[in-house]
């Protein structure tokens, strides 16, 4: 077997806790990046996301499904990722680049779902789902947002996209 495929299969793993992150927690990449192991808590199924320069720290509920999946990451596939590049971090992905974990998941998952752009495409339709069940208030906790400003431009986006397809679709056009 060629080293490129083992370590494709080595890394699926983290590849599917990152995805899980970008998709259910609406996590960016700078975030993923700022991640520690000790921000993940198990036993309560929630994770802390620090902040950063444009996010305020917050802590959110793990999905049921992502529970055995950050679990079989923390325990086998993070220390052999660190053995391997003789490493020693507190970081949840250690690398060089995170912001290169997050396109590279992004692109393999393009080439499923061609209509996705980018992980800002996937943290916009997050958001915007939130937006639809939870309170605007609710949405700024969970998305960092500093200000309810952010928030709402993704409201006023969700309006501009639904105003675009009821031209474009509109029974009597």
Known sequence: MEPWNSNCKALAPANTVILGFLIYQGLDSG??????????????????????????????????????????????????????????????????????????????VKKIHPEIKDSRQLRSSVLMNWLKTNNIRQVQYMAGHKSIRSTESYRREDLTDLTKQLEMFHPLR
């Open 31 to 108: 975030e993923i990046a700022r991640l520690e192991t000790n921000h993940v808590n198990l036993n309560e199924g929630k994770i802390y996301i620090p902040s950063g320069r444009k996010s305020s720290s917050r802590t959110l509920k793990l999905q049921a499904n992502q529970i055995l999946p950050l679990k079989t990451y923390l325990e086998e596939t993070r220390p052999a990722i660190l053995e391997k590049r003789e490493l020693q971090s507190t970081y949840l992905f250690p690398s060089k680049k995170s912001s290169d974990l997050v396109c590279n998941i992004v692109e393999a």
